[in-house]
T-cell receptor
Framework: AQSVAQPEDQVNVAEGNPLTVKCTYS??????LFWYVQYPNRGLQFLLK??????LVKGSYGFEAEFNKSQTSFHLKKPSALVSDSALYFCAVRPDTGRRALTFGSGTRLQVQP | DAEITQSPRHKITETGRQVTLACHQTWNHNNMFWYRQDLGHGLRLIHY???????NKGEVSDGYSVSRSNTEDLPLTLESAASSQTSVYFCASSESSGALYEQYFGPGTRLTVT
């Protein structure tokens, strides 16, 4: 069975500073990895994904994530945080074969201070 | 534009009642999923479907059922609502093939069981 760990319940960062939201995973076979963002009282919005190829993946709103197979990690990053980035972020994984449903982490709340 | 909708957006029901949450997508996706979101747990998979007449149980399927009679709809039924089923419910859909794989989420249904 697959699993995702997001070790930080909350990340605080000042506007303009770089941000990192951590994610590690466990899955049988090759992983398909995803980041989603959730704003208050809204559904989840897709940010970016890693399927195969380049380990550095670029996504929406200036976010990027680095796939590290040896460390089984897929950390979300942004060079310069905005107050509007404040939201709940979820990492998710599924195997490349078999069940197509996602397994989600528990979420990390990002708070960007002006 | 294609979309995924859920109804109702808010529902209050009593313990023991049967409740059905609707999910409708116009993406023409074969894969559809139901998740519940609870604080500290992220999103957990209830049921999923890979196509018409196909349904499968997820990790937290007890007390829930689904049916898939067409491509567009996957209604979720709580057979006899319990207070433990108070949660926010999200429906999602995705492509079956190609390199897309990301899931598109509906806006959610907030269910309260009293």
């Amino acid at each position: 069975a697959q699993s995702v760990a997001q070790p930080e319940d909350q990340v605080n960062v000042a506007e303009g500073n770089p941000l990192t939201v951590k994610c590690t995973y466990s899955v049988s076979g090759n992983p398909y990895l995803f980041w989603y963002v959730q704003y208050p009282n809204r559904g989840l919005q897709f940010l970016l994904k890693y399927i195969t190829g380049d380990n550095l993946v670029k996504g929406s709103y200036g976010f990027e994530a680095e796939f590290n197979k040896s460390q089984t990690s897929f950390h979300l990053k942004k060079p310069s945080a905005l107050v509007s980035d404040s939201a709940l972020y979820f990492c998710a994984v599924r195997p490349d074969t078999g069940r197509r449903a996602l397994t989600f982490g528990s979420g990390t709340r990002l708070q960007v201070q002006p | 534009d294609a979309e995924i909708t859920q109804s109702p957006r808010h529902k209050i029901t009593e313990t023991g009642r049967q409740v059905t949450l609707a999910c409708h997508q116009t993406w023409n996706h074969n894969n559809m999923f139901w998740y519940r979101q609870d604080l500290g747990h992220g999103l957990r998979l209830i049921h999923y479907s890979y196509g018409v007449q196909d349904t499968n149980k997820g990790e937290v399927s007890d007390g829930y059922s689904v049916s898939r009679s067409n491509t567009e709809d996957l209604p979720l039924t709580l057979e006899s609502a319990a207070s433990s089923q108070t949660s926010v419910y999200f429906c999602a859909s995705s492509e079956s093939s190609g390199a897309l794989y990301e899931q598109y989420f509906g806006p959610g249904t907030r269910l309260t069981v009293t």
